[in-house]
């Protein structure tokens, strides 16, 4: 499966963004998909994690009540929606599947078999 990201961009303090990855083959009911995010001169850290034939979902306590990843199982897509963003939010930002559906597995990105290219996020003060 290859991932394609989109929707990256400057943006500032409290406003809104969506990211996109369109998946290009199989339904999200056949895998994970989630998000990670490298902020600038830091390791790579996880975001989201979205099992859409379950329903379950994870977020990162940095992100939780701001952020929202969903999925479109018709597009092959999986979105997050991120609210109320801050500085601190910047980083190049990661679409990521695999076939572990353990939430647990994600957070260390283990559960991860595909990454996609990168996406900038840039939130000015």
């Known amino acids: 499966v290859q991932l394609q990201a989109s929707g990256g961009g400057l943006v500032q303090t409290g406003g809104s963004l969506t990211l996109s990855c369109a998946a290009s083959?199989?339904?999200?009911?056949?895998?994970?998909m989630g998000w990670f995010r490298q902020p600038p001169e830091k390791e790579r850290e996880f975001v989201a994690f979205n099992r859409y034939s379950g329903g379950t979902t994870k977020y990162a306590d940095s992100v939780k009540g701001r952020f929202t990843i969903s999925g479109d199982n018709a597009k092959n897509t999986v979105y997050l929606r991120m609210n109320s963003l801050k500085p601190e939010d910047t980083a190049v930002y990661y679409c990521?599947?695999?076939?572990?559906?353990?939430?647990?597995?994600?957070?260390?990105?283990?559960?991860?078999?595909?990454w996609g290219k990168g996406t900038q996020v840039t939130v000015s003060s």
């Open positions: 083959e199989h339904s999200l009911d056949t895998y994970a």
């Open positions: 990521a599947a695999g076939f572990d559906p353990r939430p647990s597995s994600w957070e260390n990105g283990n559960g991860v078999d595909t």
